[in-house]
């Protein structure tokens, strides 16, 4: 068995997206009792947003349930644009597997993410250039990949070349910027030494493991009744709106009075709710919370957690085939209400675009993507209206 331990849900699917693409029988699971047997189990940390101690703490007691396990390979998702408590979560990892080395290959250059002489660009753009800048829990500030990471030298990060030899000991972070960079960095692997990424690298390694891509199945269509909730702060391409439009998807933003206010009036939501829930009957509808102006400490985290209960409300009252959920937290949050545990990748169509069955309950499925992804062209599905 393979384990992946990662630390927000969109990441856990992208893995499990890669996983089915390359033959695995792939299930996610956002908490660990009840353990279910894969080729790859793949674990959603959702650390991201705590504190640094708790963050760990966390880790380390998801290392010391998956160590019974004796998996055969393990591999720590990180962010691509190096958001989280990457080392030190690595290294609460290591400590509890015994490893003396790690190394982290961060870049993707497949989707543009290439890291060149310790310095992290995405599309040539340097990464405090970028809308990570505004990230509001890990707004990039530099592109230095060991001033982002390693800011204060407490794990003694060092940068390396794919030319390189990986050292014994300590944790390294590696220079890419194509995919034969990738397949270097998946040679040689060594059980004391932990691997950690994104998913182009998980991708590299699974090829190197002789885990060969098979061809993929056509998706099967998706249910009449479809809610995307739009849960990040990444801007929306309007042409992909206006064609949502077209196909007759209902776009309502999040009353300014919810984004303004933390004491705002519960019958607003109520409201919000029901106009969607009305909305329901006709046509399929697209939440989101797209508003500026505030600075009120926290706002990310309470907004997650009032798109999470007016997506609770709103299933509550109508029964959904399809949820379409953009952005790692609020897909945490929303399937943590939801009560939604246990997941089965069953269609990757786009690197991180991966859609899910909800195990348990095989009339429901449930597709996710990071806020910074784009949505594929195949979620442009017109609603059918029974007379």
Known sequence: MIVVIADDFTGAAEIGGIGIRHGLRVVIQTRLDE???????????????????????????????????????IFKKIDSALRGHILSEAKAQMDVFGLKSALIVAGNPSMGRVIRDGKYFINDIPLHETGFSQDSHFPAKSSDVIEVLDPKSTYNL???KPENQIPEEGIVAADVGTLADLKSWSRDLRSERLYAG?????????????FKVVSRKMPFPFGNRILFVGGTAFPKHEDFKRRLQEQGVVFSNMPREIYENRDFDMDIMKKWADEIVKQFETHNVYITMQHTGSNERGLAQRLCE???????????KVEMDELLIEGGDTAATVLELLKIRKLKPVHEYLTGVIRMEVLGNRNFYVTTKPGSYKWTEDILVPRTVSA
Not at 38 to 47: E, N
Not at 307 to 312: A, H, I, K
Request: aromatic residues 6%.
């Open 35 to 73: 353990l279910k047997s894969a080729d790859l189990l793949v674990v959603v940390a959702h650390t991201r947003a705590l504190p640094e101690a708790q963050a760990c703490e966390k880790i380390k007691r998801i290392s010391d349930t998956l160590k019974t396990l004796k998996p055969d390979f």
């Open 158 to 160: 060092q940068n390396i």
């Open 198 to 210: 994104a998913s182009g690298y998980f991708d590299a390694l699974l090829s190197v493991m002789d």
């Open 306 to 316: 009032n798109m999470g209960q007016l997506v609770w409300d709103v299933t509550s």
